[in-house]
């Protein structure tokens, strides 16, 4: 069978691991790439010599087809209108999660798609994991009964947080957009598809509490490397970046520098964004997070996103009629009310591309491509708009003190 062509457009760190995901098989190939940093788009370039390169991804589209498939995986900002033409254009679409940081965006996406019959998927890669197909078995078995309540936790994890939304990318709502979406629109998904219902209201609470000027200890620096209480403060940059100098590729210091040097990461600290003191950054993304969900049938879940935590995988507690699931992730267990039983599952996730879904969900990608399985892609243009819905009354609710009634399609 020929190999499926798919076109890039995005060359950052999720772009490059799908494509890698996808051709490290031999089931794909990069026909194109469209990326406007130039070393970037060379890396891939490297490792892909056979693909087309250009540097705005409007050139590849003015192209006849070149490609079966496209992963769209620039900033969120960024995502609306190549997500519409290349729609229309027939190419089947892979795109990074968020799908759009304004709503009115995101429903122009789906209709695009639903209206050139294209297969469609949002990067939900919670889906995919060998453990969320676990969760999934024991809830469609009926051991835990009706399900009544659900918590689930997103620890974000200290340095992580300050990495991405006070230093990076997402620090800003105005750059990027706020926090629930870019982070968390990957958990508001997976409670919408491990309930298999739809959500009716929302309520919301938190803030940005702890990253601000005014819990800037003293004697602090702008920049960590000048710093006298660096010794002392959990988000010094030098220590958050220095386990990983010397590996190449290696996030989060593939973010700062292309020079994985003690010299490159000294370097990027200096000079750079992720250098600076947290306590003295433009940011004003929160960090912290509760979400109230009631959903259809009247079951609800709660959900908390914070920074004030190791970075670990999601931890999540199932309450139902006849049982009860607890798991973080790995492992699982659950407890049958009748006998008393405990059983403990153990899932085996990889250690990174978020506990296989990454690879999970570029295998169902291609399996729904090939039309091995039309039904591999879990979650439909609907269900991945409603969870984006879902994240937009969180924030309005958050920010106006209101419970938000969603729409009832």
Request: charged share 25%; with cysteine.
């Amino acid at each position: 069978m020929p190999r499926i062509g798919l076109a890039l457009v995005g060359a950052g760190d999720r772009g490059t691991k799908y494509t890698r995901y996808a051709t490290m098989d031999g089931r794909a190939r990069l026909a194109a790439v469209a990326e406007p940093d130039p070393r970037r788009r060379d890396a891939l370039l490297a490792e892909h010599p056979d693909a087309l390169a250009f540097d705005d991804w409007r050139a590849l589209a003015e192209r006849p087809r070149l490609a079966d498939a496209v992963v769209i995986a620039t900033l969120d900002a960024d995502h609306v209108e190549p997500a519409v033409r290349f729609a229309e254009l027939g190419y089947h679409v892979l795109l990074e999660k968020p799908m759009a940081t304004d709503l009115e965006d995101c429903r122009r996406i789906v209709a695009a798609a639903e209206r050139s019959g294209v297969l469609f998927a949002v990067c939900h890669v919670l889906r995919y994991t060998t453990y969320t197909r676990q969760v999934k078995d024991v809830l469609g078995s009926g051991r835990l009964g009706e399900i009544v309540t659900i918590e689930h936790l997103e620890p974000v994890g200290w340095w992580h947080h300050a990495h991405s939304y006070v230093r990076g990318n997402w620090r800003r709502a105005d750059q990027a957009t706020f926090m629930l979406l870019a982070k968390s629109c990957h958990d508001l998904d997976w409670l919408t598809y491990v309930m298999g219902r739809r959500v009716t209201r929302v309520s919301s609470f938190g803030g940005l509490k702890h990253f601000r000027a005014e819990n800037r200890p003293p004697g602090a620096a702008d920049r960590c490397l000048d710093c006298a209480v660096a010794a002392e403060c959990p988000y010094d940059a030098r220590r958050i970046y220095a386990p990983y100098v010397g590996e190449e590729k290696r996030w989060p210091l593939s973010v700062l520098t292309d020079d994985p040097t003690e010299a490159g990461l000294l370097r990027a600290l200096r000079e750079g964004p992720y250098g600076r003191c947290v306590y003295a950054c433009d940011n004003d993304v929160v960090d912290h997070q509760v979400v109230s969900l009631d959903f259809d049938g009247g079951a609800t879940a709660s959900f908390t996103m914070t920074a004030f935590s190791p970075m670990s995988h999601r931890k999540t507690r199932i309450f139902g009629t006849r049982g009860y699931l607890e798991g973080d992730g790995a492992t699982i267990s659950v407890t049958d009310f009748v006998t008393g039983a405990v059983e403990v599952i153990e899932t085996n996730p990889p250690a990174d591309g978020h506990g296989g879904g990454d690879q999970g969900l570029i295998a169902a990608f291609l399996d729904a491509l090939t039309g091995d399985d039309p039904a591999a892609i879990l979650s439909a243009p609907q269900e991945s708009l409603h969870s984006h819905e879902i994240a937009w009354a969180a924030e309005e609710s958050r920010l106006t003190g209101t419970v938000v009634t969603l729409v009832t399609l």
